[in-house]
């Protein structure tokens, strides 16, 4: 941990002492009696920023199970993100409650994407603090996008489980619309699995570690055709995945042609979530074919293989996310080989440059 600390610092340059940026809210900042705002102070923020996270899941739903360490690493590989400049936190009489974070990136067509977020732990909810923090985050990112190319698509962007009502009021009051979801999918048992051979000529083989750039480079070049795809995050997706216990390739599903990567399955188990949620899920995830080799079952064939693979492991159940829109048919694939929907995620944006709404009310 205290490597991952020190990959912050020097990335973010900031110590506890050093000096925070001004904060300028785009609307009078709520009367809470000891509420004030401030910046990122460096490394003794994140275990309030953990509290927060914990103080919020079972309110919100969230079975994510997130350690201190994750945290700490996940912050060690942001994109686009300096803790430095694109915080804020909250405090009530000098008590963490809540804190924002930006980022921004590029999708595929060419439009810059805003993203932001704002925690706040549930007995502080409905005040008005969430809301200054958006109108904070959102004038962040007008700072930044004002470095962009002008003309060019932009939207501010959040995404939302469906437990998080406070979150979805919050995002709706500012003048945000859904514009697209995705599902988790959740096969509850791991027998009874389709039976789905290899396409001729493909065939799966344990991963070496100087293949994972590899196979990486080649689900980047799969996925470019899903919705909201980014250059800008793959890599260091990647970087901080490989530092993550859930990162063991001897559990990917990997078929090859000759010496090209075909598709796969990046198969992981979450065993701290797990203990957290008393059950024994692996994850099927990053299930992927490349152009050349799709239509031919591989997916099907791979995902059978990988539910296998998890009931030898002791596993008892299955889960993956989804585009619910997936122009490849993800979904009904996902269904035909016994997986069903549990929870839905939507995406929420609004225009950049659309003028801020005159009147907004809080949630309740």
Known sequence: MRLEEEMIKKRSGLGTDDAQPEFEFLASVPDVPGLAFRGFRGNEDFSAMHTVIEASKKVDGREQSESLEDLLRNYAHLTNSDPAMDMVFAQIEGNVVGYGRVWWRKDAEGAFLYGHLAFLTPPWRGMGIREAMVRHNEARLRAIAAEHPVG???????????????????????????????????????????DAPMPEGLEVRPVRPEQHATIWAAAREAFRDHWGFSEDEWDSELASWRESPTYVPDYWQVAWDGDQVAGMVLNFIDTAENKDNHRLRGYTETICVRRPWRRRGLARALIARSLGMLRELGMTEAALG??????????????????????RQTCYRKPLHEPLPTKRSHST
């Open 152 to 194: 060019t698509p932009k939207a501010f962007e959040s995404w939302v489980t469906e437990r998080e009502r406070d979150w979805t009021t919050v995002l709706e009051n500012e003048g945000y619309t859904a514009v697209r979801y995705s599902f988790e999918m959740v096969r509850p048992t791991l027998h009874e699995v389709p």
């Open 322 to 343: 989804v585009d619910a829109d997936n122009p490849n048919g993800a979904l009904q694939l996902y269904e035909s080989m016994g997986y069903q929907v549990v929870s």
